[in-house]
């Protein structure tokens, strides 16, 4: 029997710094400067804007944690990506993952040092807290940062896309409108698998010129509708499967329920609303990520904003609005498919 051991505690109290070490890679660009080949200490600390002097310890400590590859040592050492960083931490590359830890790193870094507060008192932590605009009236209001944060998104979302597209009977659908489509990643994955698809995306104004222009780099505009509204003014397009992809987890629980009320009314008989989150387990003891992702809600919405929720709490709220019957499909790591059936 291996004796017990502060490990596991002493892993997690310094979690943060790890977590750092990279996201500030990511701001530095650090991935990017390698893109073109090797460079040794001086000249990436350099091309980054760090000191020389104490820029091996940053960079050997990504080494160490898988995120960058060192050939020799001392002062004959040169650094390169790995095959996982160059394909998705290039900022030239459209596969480019970081504008999630992008946003991570300016923001949720700082507003989790206030936790406890939020926690004590149910005040968000985010910009709000002093007075500041909130983060998606910042982004939408300009539309380079909108993009490449709904680019960082889609690059997140894409695995769990890729599932949804195999492990969903959309063969007995026709028509499938994605609510608070973003980029229009998902639709864009749903016809290169299902050529029989009516598909439309479905966001805010300001998302539309961002859909399109990516629609048309894929070649999918002719079979991919952008449309725009508010879904909580507005009623959404009508089609056979609504999607929401990280939306509910939004809203408080009078929000989910505007939100599913208006999903089951654009739905007909035998639709179906699949709502992609990390759907927390109904025992509350596996899924961190899930618990962790609703503290988030915490931070950035306060008490009453917010959270993520169980496959449970998803079945009573779909029930109450009309919908028959429920199930929860596992999709990539903590993510999973919601799906209420009307």
């Known amino acids: 029997m291996n004796p017990i051991n502060p490990a596991r505690i002493l892993e997690t109290a310094t979690a943060f710094w790890p977590s750092k070490v990279l996201l500030s890679a ?4 650090v991935f990017t400067h390698l893109e073109g080949g090797p460079r040794d200490n001086a000249g990436l600390a350099a091309a980054i804007g760090i000191r020389a002097d104490r820029s091996p310890d940053f960079f050997d400590a990504l080494v160490a944690m898988g995120f960058l590859e060192r050939d020799g040592g001392g002062s004959e050492a040169t650094y390169r990506n790995t095959a996982e960083t160059a394909l998705f931490l290039d900022r030239k590359k459209p596969s480019y993952v970081g504008g999630l830890p992008e946003m991570l790193n300016a923001r949720l870094f700082g507003f989790w040092g206030g936790l406890t ?3 004590r008192t149910g005040r968000p932590q985010n910009e709000t807290k002093d007075g500041g605009e909130p983060v998606f009236a910042t982004l939408y209001a300009d539309e380079a940062r909108l993009e490449q944060f ?5 690059g997140l979302q894409a695995g769990n896309f890729a599932a949804l597209a195999e492990l969903f009977d959309f ?3 026709r028509s499938v409108v994605d609510v608070g489509g973003a980029n229009g990643s998902l639709c864009r994955a749903l016809a290169r698998r299902h050529a029989h698809l009516k598909l439309t995306t479905y966001d805010l104004p300001s998302v539309a010129p961002v859909a399109t222009r990516e629609n048309t780099r894929s070649e999918l505009a002719d079979r991919i509708t952008v449309a725009s509204g508010d879904f909580f003014t507005d009623a959404l397009p009508n089609a056979d499967v609504v999607v929401m992809g990280n939306v509910l987890h939004d809203w408080n629980e009078a929000g989910k329920l505007s939100l599913l009320r208006k999903a089951y009314d654009a739905l007909p008989a035998g639709g179906a609303l699949v709502a992609i989150e990390n759907v ?3 025992e509350r003891r596996q899924n961190a990520f899930g618990l962790l992702m609703s503290l988030n809600m915490l931070i950035e ?5 917010g959270f993520d929720y169980t496959g449970a709490q ?5 029930k109450s609005v009309g919908f028959t019957r429920t199930e929860i499909v ?3 790591g903590p993510t999973s498919a919601a799906i209420a059936y009307k």
Not at 26 to 29: H, P, Q
Not at 301 to 305: I, L, P, S, T, W
């Open 171 to 173: 063969a007995r659908h």
């Open 280 to 282: 927390i387990d109904d």
């Open 117 to 119: 507060d939020a926690l």
């Open 314 to 318: 998803f079945d009573a709220w779909s």
């Open 150 to 154: 709904l680019a960082g998104m889609a």
């Open 330 to 332: 596992p999709l990539t």
């Open 301 to 305: 919405f306060g008490a009453d904003g």
């Open 26 to 29: 990511i701001e530095l660009g």
